[in-house]
């Protein structure tokens, strides 16, 4: 496992692929009665990826930002990327999970996925409750996915995409059920006209006032009602979007650099490379060369 302290004093850990794929954006884990690496045992730490846990068996305890889970059997455990964990005990595990990085997340296809309930996880919580029905659906689409991974060929990012795509929003509608939104009607309505704004307008404006604008409302208030019900300033998520429609640019056409960053509201390629550069740790050029190797 790959670490980097950069922007934390915790070790922050990386995806790293296993000896079945050279993935560096998508894992599979499975355990069936195997004992959990020992090597960030009681070590406060974050991960730059997500992480969704089938737990089939209970036993031993984590932490995930200072809230404790004693894990459960037939439960569904998740972190975002950044959270902060502490796994306790050395039990056996009788588990599989599922990691994926966000560059994963952004080169499916479907816009939507990043809105979603579970992704967004306004409640802060990492865990769902399975009924019986729940579980023989998940384990029906872990073993579509176990089954796709070992697999290689043009059309395996695509079967695994398509897949995660099913599981997530399954999860999102159960988030949904067992975690009522807390956020005033007032407040979510904005919240998601911000999120509307953004898809319609991210290939023109990139300043939150921008948005205000188009809301009738104050870049103040914009600013604080996303950041209250997000945990993220306004300007993120407009960032993120434009991050998430580069990746796939980069990676599914052949544009130039130049073309990329006009058909995304930069003027200035250098500016682009910079902001790309400034949110992803890459330059976009670095980007589309390493991605194109892992898929390709």
Request: glycine share 6%; net charge negative; no cysteine.
């Amino acid at each position: 496992m790959q670490v980097s302290s950069a922007n934390s004093t915790l070790p922050l850990f990386s995806l790293e692929p296993d000896e079945v794929s050279n993935n560096k954006h998508f894992r599979v884990y499975n355990f069936a009665g195997n004992m959990p690496s020992q090597s960030d045992l009681l070590i406060p730490h974050r991960k730059d990826y997500y992480l969704f846990v089938f737990m089939r068996k209970g036993g031993s305890r984590i932490w995930v930002d200072m809230t404790p889970y004693e894990l459960k059997a037939n439960t569904l455990y998740f972190t975002h990327p950044n959270q902060v964990i502490v796994k306790e005990g050395i039990e056996q595990l009788w588990s599989t999970g599922i990691a994926f990085t966000g560059e994963f997340l952004s080169l499916l296809h479907n816009t939507s996925l990043a809105s979603l309930s579970l992704i967004q996880n306004l409640q802060g919580t990492n865990e769902l409750m399975l009924t019986d029905a729940d579980v023989i659906f998940i384990e029906d689409t872990i073993a579509k996915i176990n089954e796709e991974y070992l697999r290689h060929g043009e059309w395996q990012q695509r079967m695994l995409g398509a897949y995660l795509t099913v599981l997530l929003t399954y999860l999102s509608r159960l988030y949904t059920e067992q975690h009522t939104v807390s956020m005033a009607p007032a407040e979510q309505l904005l919240l998601k006209k911000f999120h509307a704004r953004i898809e319609e307008n991210f290939h023109e404006f990139h300043e939150v006032g921008h948005y205000a604008s188009m809301l009738n409302i104050s870049a103040g208030h914009l600013s604080e009602v996303v950041k209250n019900q997000s945990g993220q300033p306004a300007i993120k998520h407009i960032h993120d979007r434009l991050i998430m429609e580069a990746r796939r640019m980069l990676f599914h056409t052949e544009n130039s650099l130049k073309e990329i960053a006009f058909s995304l509201g930069f003027s200035d390629t250098s500016y682009f490379n910079r902001f790309f550069k400034r949110e992803t740790g890459v330059t976009p050029a670095a980007y589309r060369v390493g991605i194109r190797e892992m898929y390709h």
